[in-house]
Each structure stands twice: as structure tokens, then as C-alpha cells.
């Protein structure tokens, strides 16, 4: 079956760093996206991974292992805008989005 | 602007009531969704179409139905609105070809079935 798990709450320090796993398993791959969703908005795209390794854009980073069906995003220097909700979708063999439930992420000052 | 436009914002609808939520995109882009997000769950696929004139089920799709009949549009219909069907409704779109194409999202429509 095809199955996205990833935690249901976070909470970290404005200023700090926290890291949202991830883990997908779909049939067949053809790359993991990350979405940012503040409450009562639409999700926005913020990475895209296909390859195995780290993406880096600017406080934002996102990791791939494919073998391990396993992602994570980084976010460094958080800010109160931060507190979101954060999607991990899968894009299956028929470029289909099989979407995880999402992290919200609490930012405390 | 280009982006999606979806309406109405937000309904109140009566068990039984048929309701169209609108979808129209200027991007040109040939593949369009929509989904339902619910409290707890990810988004979930009701519909999706890739290319004008072709439609395809998704996971939800009992109780719905769409229609594509050019680029730009993408019409979802409740034939008989049910209370379960109450749930934000997020039109979407995205550039055919190549996984690292990413869908953009509608502002969503907020349905609520008494």
C-alpha cells in the first residue's frame, strides 16, 4: 500500500533549529515535496527532492534517502512565521501526490 | 495575477442540494486536482484531470464529479450534498511532464452540509 508517516505536532524555540522527518512508501517514485500550509491557507511549495542528499535554500534544507524511504526538513533560525503546518507528499508512478497528515510546528518565543 | 481562482469561498448547504465549487487557472498548466483536506488526515485526491477532456477517479471520488471540458477550468459537483462532505475543497494545477513540476493550490473553498 502506499503510505506517508510523519510526526503530528512540533514545538521549538524562535531562534533555534528543528528538523520534520518523513517516511514515504508508494509505488513507484518519482520525487518528495515538501508544502508549507499556515492555518486557514493554501499549501505553498517549498522543495522538491529526487536524488539522495541535502537541498539547501536559505533557512529551508530538505533531505532524500531513497533507499531507506526516508526524508526530512530542516529549518534553521526559526521565526514566528514558522508556526505551520508542514506537508511531506510522495509523487508515485502516475505523478500522482500520495500526501502525508501533516506537522504542525509550534514556535514559542 | 496568474494563479487559481476558486469560489465561492466559503458555503453553507442544505443535505440534498446540488453545488458546483468553480476552478479556473491562467498558468496554462494541462493537469488540475482537486482535493479535500479534513481535520487529522492529509490531503486526499477526489479528482484529477491531465489534459482537457480526460478525467480520472482519485481515492475519494464517491459522491463527486468533474468535468474539463478546456485548459482553463475545472468544475467539481456534489450531486447531493451529503454532511460528511463537509471539508475544505483545494483546487490545484500543475505543468504536465517531469516529477519536479510542483502543483500550485487554489485558496480553497470552506463547505459546510447541515
Known amino acids: 500500500g502506499q503510505n506517508i508517516d510523519q510526526p503530528t505536532e512540533m514545538t521549538a524555540t524562535e531562534g533555534a533549529i528543528v528538523q520534520i522527518n518523513c517516511t514515504y512508501q508508494?509505488?513507484?517514485?518519482?520525487?518528495l515535496f515538501w508544502y508549507q500550509q499556515h492555518a486557514g491557507e493554501a499549501p505553498t511549495f517549498l522543495s522538491y527532492?529526487?536524488l539522495d542528499g541535502l537541498e539547501e535554500k536559505g533557512r529551508f534544507s530538505s533531505f532524500l534517502s531513497r533507499s531507506k524511504g526516508y526524508s526530512y526538513l530542516l529549518l534553521k533560525e526559526l521565526q514566528m512565521k514558522d508556526s505551520a503546518s508542514y506537508l511531506c507528499?510522495?509523487?508515485?508512478?502516475?505523478?500522482?501526490?500520495?500526501w502525508g497528515a501533516g506537522t504542525k510546528l509550534i514556535i514559542k518565543p | 495575477i496568474a494563479g487559481i481562482t476558486q469560489a465561492p469561498t466559503s458555503q453553507i448547504l442544505a443535505a440534498g442540494r446540488r453545488m458546483t465549487l468553480r476552478c479556473t487557472q491562467d498558468?496554462?498548466?494541462?493537469?488540475m486536482y482537486w482535493y479535500r483536506q479534513d481535520l487529522g488526515l492529509g490531503l486526499r485526491l477526489i479528482h484529477y484531470?491531465?489534459?482537457?477532456?480526460?478525467?480520472g477517479k482519485g481515492e475519494v471520488p464517491d459522491g463527486y464529479s468533474v468535468s474539463r471540458a478546456n485548459t482553463d477550468d475545472f468544475p467539481l459537483t456534489l450531486a447531493s450534498a451529503v454532511p460528511s462532505q463537509t471539508s475544505v475543497y483545494f483546487c490545484?494545477?500543475?505543468?504536465?511532464?517531469?516529477?519536479?513540476?510542483?502543483?500550485?493550490f487554489g485558496d480553497g473553498t470552506r463547505l459546510s452540509i447541515l
Open positions: 508508494t509505488s513507484g517514485f518519482n520525487g
Open positions: 490545484a494545477s500543475r505543468v504536465s511532464g517531469g516529477g519536479n513540476q510542483p502543483q500550485h
Open positions: 507528499a510522495s509523487m508515485d508512478s502516475n505523478y500522482q501526490l500520495i
Open positions: 484531470s491531465n489534459t482537457a477532456g480526460t478525467t
Open positions: 527532492n529526487v
Open positions: 498558468m496554462r498548466h494541462n493537469a
